[in-house]
């Protein structure tokens, strides 16, 4: 599998990497972890991406990676140390729960640490990016990460204190690719795609139930790009190959409890870089038809 420098690190990142939120949030079991990690691995992915509030999926990681952890860089968030949305953005707080991370991950340390979305005015302040430098200092993680949307993420890059940025791009969000990634390139910033083939959203024939998905499946439908209709695995190459040409994205972490999915992921990728006209109408639909509160999905 292609592999990029993730910015200005050491890290010579796989374009496809493991996200691990659904394992985390959709409660998969020990031994299905088990199974994705290995398929994963084999299929040439060598970055891992958790949190400390997908549920038990930093747990599950430690775990399933055992004697592969030097396969992988391993890459934690913190600011949500008692489950998503309940933000803690004091330094102690940052650190105890990065420490706990490296407990629960069975490491000794982070390859990378990001602040997980919190606001331009938390990031201000610069506590918070305190904390995780000195968390590095500590040696607890080898870099340090911003991963967020929108004027926050913006700044992440601006104040020039990260190494990474952790941002949506996809097919439905595509403001990073205006507001963000220009100025990532342009400071040499490692970039992280989340949420790299927007849910697969247009899976869903009606609005799906779960309120994470519904704003791509609501854009999508409004974008209603001519591909989608090309059954799921066209769908799903066309969209994952866009994201991974938006210059200075270096790897796309997916979601899926599916270990199959990692060889069928790889494989789509065979087919090289979308070409320039493909990338081309996709943009320009979006601009045609995108609303001015279509953001970056956090
Ligand atoms: N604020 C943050 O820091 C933040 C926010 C969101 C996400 N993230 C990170 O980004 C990662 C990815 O985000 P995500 O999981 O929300 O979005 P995603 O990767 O765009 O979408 C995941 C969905 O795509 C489906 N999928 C994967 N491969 C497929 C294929 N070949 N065909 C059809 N469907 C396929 C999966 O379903 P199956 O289970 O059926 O495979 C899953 O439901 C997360 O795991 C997390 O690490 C970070």
Redesign the pocket.
């Known amino acids: 599998m292609e592999r990029r420098r993730l910015g200005k690190t050491d890290m010579m990142v796989s374009v496809l990497g493991f996200?691990?939120?659904?394992i985390g949030y959709e409660r998969a079991g020990a031994r299905t972890v088990a199974r994705l990690l290995g398929t994963a691995l084999d299929a040439g992915l060598n970055v891992v991406?958790?949190?400390e509030c997908y549920e038990d999926s930093e747990a599950l990681i430690g775990a399933a990676l055992g004697a592969r952890r030097s396969q992988v860089y391993l890459l934690t968030?913190c600011g949500h140390p008692r489950g998503y949305g309940r933000g803690d953005w004091r330094e102690a707080s940052l650190l105890s729960s990065i420490e706990r991370s490296l407990k629960r991950l069975r490491t000794d340390r982070l390859d990378l640490i990001?602040l997980?979305?919190c606001e331009l005015a938390d990031l201000r302040k610069g506590e918070v990016i305190t904390a995780l430098e000195r968390a590095r200092e500590r040696g607890w993680a080898r870099y340090i990460g911003y991963?967020?949307d929108g004027e926050a993420a913006r700044y992440a890059i601006e104040c020039g204190r990260f190494d990474t940025l952790?941002t949506?791009a996809?097919i439905a969000d595509q403001e990073a690719l205006e507001l963000t990634l220009p100025l990532a390139v342009e400071r040499g910033m490692g970039v992280i795609a989340?949420?790299?083939?927007?849910?697969?959203a247009w899976?869903y024939a009606r609005k799906p139930s779960e309120p994470?998905y519904q704003a791509y499946w609501s854009r999508l439908r409004a974008l209603d790009y001519p591909f989608l209709r090309a059954g799921?695995?066209g769908a799903?190459a066309t969209a994952l190959r866009f994201t991974l040409a938006a210059p200075g994205v270096h790897t796309a972490?997916?979601?899926?409890?599916?270990p199959e999915?990692w060889p069928?992921?790889a494989r789509?990728l065979d087919a090289g870089p979308l070409p320039a006209a493909e990338i081309e109408q996709i943009r320009g639909r979006w601009r045609k038809v995108a609303q001015p509160s279509w953001t970056g999905e956090?």
């Open positions: 996200g691990g939120s659904e991406d958790t949190a968030k990001q997980h979305s991963s967020g952790q949506s996809s989340k949420r790299p083939i927007a849910n697969a899976r994470y799921a695995k799903v972490i997916v979601g899926t409890k599916r999915r069928e992921n789509l956090v």
